[in-house]
């Protein structure tokens, strides 16, 4: 089983960057595809950008932050990072990581994960 927290979130205005970090305790990290979602007030809870678990580390980013984010992951501190840049007010929403163990970034549906943190908070102003 593996715990995750997320970290990094703040209040920016548009076009900042922020780095968000999700920080995983228990075993095995590096067999574990790694996910960040986020959800606004009102709306469902959507893919953001994923990490697999194998030695190329494959990534998949949703179109909305395609070109402004960079997901990327370091085994040895079992941590992945999100750096979100040219933030708009429309990346404002709680953001979540989540981890499957084995898991192909191909799937980016929320019931694919196993493991989930509680979440920072990300608000953009105009």
């Known amino acids: 089983q593996v715990k995750l927290v997320e970290s990094g979130g703040g209040v920016v205005q548009a076009g900042a960057s922020l780095r968000l970090a999700c920080a995983a305790s228990?075993?095995?990290?590096?067999?574990?595809?790694i996910g960040w979602f986020r959800q606004a007030p009102g709306r469902e809870r959507e893919f953001v950008a994923a990490i697999s678990w194998t030695a190329s580390s494959t990534k998949s980013y949703a179109d909305s932050v395609k070109g402004r984010s960079t997901i990327s992951r370091d085994n040895a501190k079992n941590t992945v990072l999100l750096q979100m840049n040219s933030l708009k007010p429309e990346d404002t929403a709680l953001y979540y990581c989540?981890?499957?163990?084995?898991?192909?970034?191909?799937?980016?549906?929320?019931?694919?994960?196993?493991?989930w943190g509680q979440g920072t908070q990300v608000t953009v102003s105009s």
């Open positions: 989540a981890a499957v163990r084995y898991g192909s970034v191909s799937n980016r549906a929320i019931i694919a994960y196993d493991y």
């Open positions: 228990g075993p095995f990290f590096s067999s574990y595809t």
